[in-house]
T-cell receptor
Framework: GENVEQHPSTLSVQEGDSAVIKCTYSDSASNYFPWYKQELGKGPQLIID?????GEKKDQRIAVTLNKTAKHFSLHITETQPEDSAVYFC????????????FGKGITLSVRP | EAQVTQNPRYLITVTGKKLTVTCSQN?????MSWYRQDPGLGLRQIYY???????DKGDVPEGYKVSRKEKRNFPLILESPSPNQTSLYFC?????????????FGSGTQLSVL
């Protein structure tokens, strides 16, 4: 089955700096890669996703890049703000009727004011 | 408002006392799933349901039961809770019928088994 790894488990950046969170996956058949943000005391919420037919997707201050050859994808957050502090989960799956989303273990991002 | 509602938000119980965590969604989603979140282990799937009366095991189903008698409800049942089931639980749903993989999560249930 799919195995998704996130490293490191914590990341601290200065407000205004950029943050990059990387994930690797094992199953070359995976074709959908979402990122979820979990704020303190809340459930995870989808913030951006990418499918394997594109290499990059951007939504305001966040972007995701995908390298299918190396089997890794990254979340990029520019001009970080304190409200970006949260746990971020990457995930991967091969879409289909019986697809199963496999999550990474999560990374805690802290934005220092 | 589109949402997934879990109850209770917090629960403290003792070993062996049966409990049910309820989950309800108002988006007419076919797919529903339960996850547990533990420090250092991320989100692990317990059970999922592709539609009414269709349920299947996830990665960590031992000690749990589910049922899907109605489309909107997907309760998680712990027949005989044990301390290793102390965890943060999330229910989620999605509209797989549209090949839309986006998961909507509830706010979570923090369970402590003493």
């Amino acid at each position: 089955g799919e195995n998704v790894e996130q490293h490191p488990s914590t990341l601290s950046v200065q407000e205004g700096d950029s943050a990059v969170i990387k994930c690797t996956y094992s199953d070359s058949a995976s074709n959908y890669f979402p990122w979820y943000k979990q704020e303190l005391g809340k459930g995870p919420q989808l913030i951006i996703d990418i499918r394997s037919n594109v290499g990059e997707k951007k939504d305001q201050r966040i972007a995701v890049t995908l390298n299918k050859t190396a089997k890794h994808f990254s979340l990029h957050i520019t001009e970080t703000q304190p409200e970006d502090s949260a746990v971020y989960f990457c995930a991967a799956t091969k879409t289909g009727a019986n697809s199963k989303l496999t999550f990474g273990k999560g990374i805690t991002l802290s934005v220092r004011p | 408002e589109a949402q997934v509602t879990q109850n209770p938000r917090y629960l403290i119980t003792v070993t062996g006392k049966k409990l049910t965590v309820t989950c309800s969604q108002n988006m007419n989603h076919e797919y529903m799933s339960w996850y547990r979140q533990d420090p250092g282990l991320g989100l692990r799937q317990i059970y999922y349901s592709m539609n009414v009366e269709v349920t299947d095991k996830g990665d960590v189903p031992e000690g749990y039961k589910v049922s899907r008698k109605e489309k909107r409800n997907f309760p998680l049942i712990l027949e005989s809770p044990s301390p290793n089931q102390t965890s943060l639980y999330f229910c989620a749903s999605s509209d797989r019928g549209q090949l839309n993989e986006k998961l909507f999560f509830g706010s979570g249930t923090q369970l402590s088994v003493l």
